[in-house]
């Protein structure tokens, strides 16, 4: 039979599914495009997400007989299978064992990925040299706190073992700070898994605060474990720019760091991918250079955010088309040519509150430098940190061709946004 239906497994934006779809303009074959997801479309907008596949299968991810029952009709004409968001993984490794003929990762590999304890102790095992110290904690207990004062050392980082998109994250640098930050986190992370459809209990990771420069690279590794690497970005982070808060808000590529970085970088990258056991899927790597050299902060079995637009306006790379090839199996098109410099921007207020004014996104249009924003909230909606689970107001994406103007109208940028918020006791907070 004919092998000509790609499927994409967990809820989408409809920029996301677009970018799946438009695989079709880069693949010789005619092809069918197919969703599975496990409810029904809830407004109109899921639907119009909904109504651009060819197939749609609404299936209960904890029920492997509801997940065979949908894949019937169509197992014999699957070509691929891909996930484009962590938090739908769990999900795609259930799917994994009723597609035995794909080119799949190991369930058990994508388990190492987006449990960030069990990744720690695989980058261990493997080689400590790139991962930096870590311990389990189950408490707030004042033993618990002193222990981790001993072992790991201040600075140091809190997080939950299974949330992405630095939810929860936070950065203490002293016994105050830790023990907020633990009680913050064990507080809310049962509330989060629940949104996020995770059903294991809270974990929660400690480990040392890595000081140095962030950076991330997206790698495709096909069937047999062979590495190719996307170009490396620049990552700036909330703590950086004067937030209280870990998070990426800056995102640029290309980079001005040397070859000899650069590959000692890809080098470590591809380490963590080995460690893990990751196979037929593209990875999101994130790394620390530091003085004693690379060291991996995580890794995540998927496309990294916004990578997509910025490896296609920076390189010309096709990004979520080479996400596909790789499992199929293909070799990935990796064009190396610079087109330009592309950033992205995550806008949080500075304090959380009610957002009460926000300026700036209509005159930052006017730019030259400008390519695109996408807004979360508006004025009247509650302000979150990331550390608190909250999510960005708007995100801005950048483009120009030379460097120095992009930087220029960056700095144009950052000071037109202005978002005040409210405390209850009426006070203001402006960014």
């Not at 389990?136 to 002193?146: P, W």
């Not at 400690?206 to 474990?225: A, R, T």
């Not at 910025?310 to 199996?329: C, F, K, Q, V």
């Not at 950048?398 to 946004?417: Q, T």
């Amino acid at each position: 039979m004919k092998k000509d239906i790609v499927l994409v497994v967990g809820h989408v934006s409809k920029s996301v599914a677009q970018t799946v779809i438009d695989f079709q303009d880069v693949y010789k074959d005619k092809l069918r495009f197919a969703l599975m997801q496990e409810n029904e479309p809830a407004n109109a907008a899921e639907q119009e997400i909904f109504d651009m596949f060819d197939i749609t299968m609404v299936v209960n991810f904890d029920s492997p007989q509801t997940i065979m029952k949908a894949l019937l009709p169509y197992q014999n004409n699957l070509l691929v299978m891909t996930c484009r968001s962590e938090v739908w993984i769990p999900g795609f490794q259930k799917v994994i064992p009723h597609v035995p003929y794909l080119k799949t990762p190991v369930a058990q590999s994508l388990h190492w990925a987006i449990d960030k304890l069990e990744m720690r102790r695989r980058f261990s095992i493997y080689d400590k040299s790139i991962t930096p110290r870590y311990m389990r904690v189950g408490d707030v207990k004042k033993a618990t706190i002193q222990n981790i004062e001993e072992k790991i050392g201040f600075p140091l980082v809190v997080k939950p073992t299974g949330l992405a998109s630095s939810l929860l994250v936070t950065i203490a640098y002293h016994h105050e700070e830790l023990e907020k930050a633990l009680k913050t986190v064990f507080k809310k992370i049962k509330a989060l898994n629940q949104t996020y459809n995770r059903s294991e209990e809270p974990r929660v990771l400690v480990e040392q605060f890595l000081e140095g420069n962030l950076y991330s690279i997206d790698v495709y590794v096909n069937s047999l474990g062979r590495v190719y690497f996307c170009p490396l970005v620049g990552v700036k982070t909330g703590i950086q720019v004067g937030f209280d808060d870990f998070f990426g808000y800056q995102q640029m590529t290309p980079t001005k760091l040397h070859k000899d970085s650069v590959e000692a970088a890809q080098v470590v990258a591809e380490k963590s991918v080995h460690a893990l056991g990751l196979r037929s899927t593209t990875a999101h790597v994130e790394l620390m250079r530091t003085e004693t050299g690379w060291k991996v902060v995580e890794v995540g079995p998927r496309i990294g955010g916004f990578r997509h637009s910025m490896y296609e306006l920076s390189y010309g790379i096709n990004h979520a088309a080479n996400d596909i090839r790789i499992r199929i199996p293909r070799k990935p098109i990796i064009p190396k040519k610079v087109l330009g410099y592309t950033a992205v921007f995550k806008f949080f207020a500075k304090k959380q509150g009610i957002i009460t004014n926000l300026t700036g996104i209509k005159k930052m249009q006017t730019l030259k430098s400008f390519y695109g924003v996408s807004i979360n909230k508006k004025v009247g909606d509650k302000a979150e940190s990331a550390a608190n689970g909250g999510k960005s107001i708007f995100n801005v994406t950048m483009f120009n061709e030379d460097r120095s103007k992009l930087l220029a109208d960056i700095r144009r940028m950052e000071k037109m946004v202005n978002i005040e918020t409210v405390f209850r006791n009426g006070d203001v907070s402006k960014k």
